[in-house]
């Protein structure tokens, strides 16, 4: 038996992102931030990334170079999409002062507003109106501590931290961050919070954090803010996209 299927389209032409395209550029080993972001996303918002090395090391001479080297590089290859705003997705990599620097440069290259998400992060916590957080991190002491003094720069306390220790052995442990169990994860955060804390940090936006956020702000009675929300939060509003959200936490429901 023979079946034809008959499928009629109206005259206007099917476009992706309509209302926004989306670029981000993620870390090597990065499996995490694209989904989440996905899954965030909006009707008539689409996500366009690349990959670049990870820079755990930008306050060194040697370090800026080969970032902003990196950096070019990555922002040129999206560039010529013609994206509404670009993010770098990468919290280690992108703590970088004045907290605009690394945005302008990305801005000149790619003709287009631009995001980073160590300075998402700040962008939330001063929306929420938060200077005293606790910081819960997949990292290792050395990049926990230099997350410590960045934020202290910009007029944040953090006043406990808390990591997991990957990457303690060299950055071929990174991989695991995206591997950490579900349960283990929660249970970090949750010890992490300090009652001085108005506001809890999850950095890393390869850590899968995204679906647990409403019940670590109930738990917890305070705005949970991640590194792949806050990134996200930041480069929708740079594109003009003023949706808000009910589950994925305080700042995308009222910021």
Known sequence: MNF????????????????AKIGVIVPPTNTVNEVEWNLMAPDGVSIHSTRMPLHAN??????????????????????????????????????VLPLTKLTNFMENL???PCVTTAASIVMALRALKI?????????HDELNQH?????????????????LGIGANGPQEYIKIAQT???????????????????????CTDFPVLGMIPELEK?????????????????????????????????????
């Open 110 to 112: 790619a003709e287009a």
């Open 147 to 163: 997350e410590v003094d960045f934020l202290r720069k910009v007029g944040i306390a953090v006043k406990h931290e808390q990591g």
């Open 4 to 19: 034809r299927m008959t499928v009629s389209y109206s005259s206007s032409s099917i476009t992706y992102g309509n209302r």
């Open 219 to 255: 738990r917890m009675g305070k705005p949970v803010i991640t590194s792949n929300q806050a990134t996200f939060w930041a480069v929708l509003r740079a594109a003009g996209i003023k949706d808000q959200f009910k589950n994925f936490g305080t700042l995308l429901r009222h910021y």
């Open 58 to 95: 930008t306050t060194s001479d040697t370090g800026k170079k080969a970032l902003y080297n990196d950096i070019e590089q990555a922002t040129l290859y999206l560039a010529p999409a013609r994206l509404s705003a670009i993010a770098y997705g990468c919290t280690a990599g992108s703590m």
């Open 181 to 203: 169990p579900e349960k283990r994860i929660f249970e970090h955060i949750l010890s992490t919070d300090c009652d001085e804390a108005g506001g809890m940090v999850v950095s």
């Open 131 to 139: 200077s005293k957080v606790a910081l819960a991190t997949p990292y």
